[in-house]
Structures are given as C-alpha cells and as structure tokens.
C-alpha cells in the first residue's frame, strides 16, 4: 500500500470536521498551489503554440450555454 492509499483510508476515520480541515490544509499547501502554477504555465505555452501552428477553432459561447444548460437541467456534472 503506498502513502497516498494510506492516507485515503485514514481519512475516511476522520469526523467530517476534521476531514474538511485536511483538505484545506492540503489545497493551501504552497506546494499544490505551486505545482498548479506550474502546470497552468505549460497549458499556456501549449495553448500558444497550437495558436502560432493555427490550430484554433472559433468559440461558440451559445453552443457552451446550450450544452451547460443540458448537463444543468440533466443533473450531471461538468
């Protein structure tokens, strides 16, 4: 079993005001916050150089309201 599985099941022993306060503990890690800075910057530079390749597409935002409107309306997550 490794440290993260581990942890897992701990956690599920944990009142849910305790479990609550590890995620908060876990999601304000500077680390996690910057890994997830880290990572937003290679989506960026990916995103860039699909552009300069030109491979965009145009943005339909009433397609992306229609289609959030049927998962919405459907109960299902995004």
Not at 18 to 37: D, G, I, M
């Amino acid at each position: 079993m490794t440290t993260v599985e581990e942890i897992k099941k701990a956690a599920t022993n944990l009142s849910p005001d305790e479990q609550v306060e590890l995620f908060q503990w876990v999601h304000n890690s500077v680390e996690l916050q910057q890994a997830r800075y880290e990572q937003l910057q290679r989506d960026i530079a990916a995103g860039i150089e699909e552009a300069d390749r030109g491979e965009t597409s145009v943005l339909d935002v009433e397609e992306i309201k229609s289609k959030v409107r049927q998962l919405k309306n459907t109960g299902s997550q995004l």
